[in-house]
């Protein structure tokens, strides 16, 4: 069973910076696909950044240009550099793992960690 280990984020001002961290139980190149997503009470997940097993990257519209998604594969760590953060930003933030085989596809996620920019 593959394990995600989130850790970074709690309460931050409008306008500072934020690390995110997400440790994964296998190698990186186990994956399809990595990433981070967000969820607000009462609203669905939505994408935040995703990172591929070959790199290609992939943001929101509402995160580009403030946030980076980088990985460090000996730590078989996902990473989620946030800047310029907004109180929109508040959320809980959780790291995905994802393969497919054939007939199968194998969706992993975090616990969950919150994020709050204060204004």
């Known amino acids: 069973q593959v394990q995600l280990v989130e850790s970074g984020g709690g309460w931050v001002q409008d306008g500072g910076s934020a690390t995110l961290y997400c440790t994964a139980s296998?190698?990186?190149?186990?994956?399809?696909?990595m990433g981070w997503y967000r969820q607000i009470p009462g609203k669905q997940r939505e994408l935040v950044a995703t990172i591929t097993s070959g790199g290609k990257i992939n943001y929101a519209d509402s995160v580009k240009g403030r946030f980076t998604i980088s990985r460090d594969i000996v730590k078989r760590t996902v990473y989620l550099q946030m800047n310029s953060l907004k109180p929109e930003d508040t959320a809980v933030y959780y790291c995905?793992?994802?393969?497919?085989?054939?007939?199968?596809?194998?969706?992993?996620w975090g616990q969950g960690t919150q994020v709050t920019v204060s204004s």
């Open positions: 995905n793992a994802f393969y497919e085989r054939p007939g199968t596809i194998y969706d992993y």
């Open positions: 296998e190698s990186l190149f186990s994956f399809n696909n």
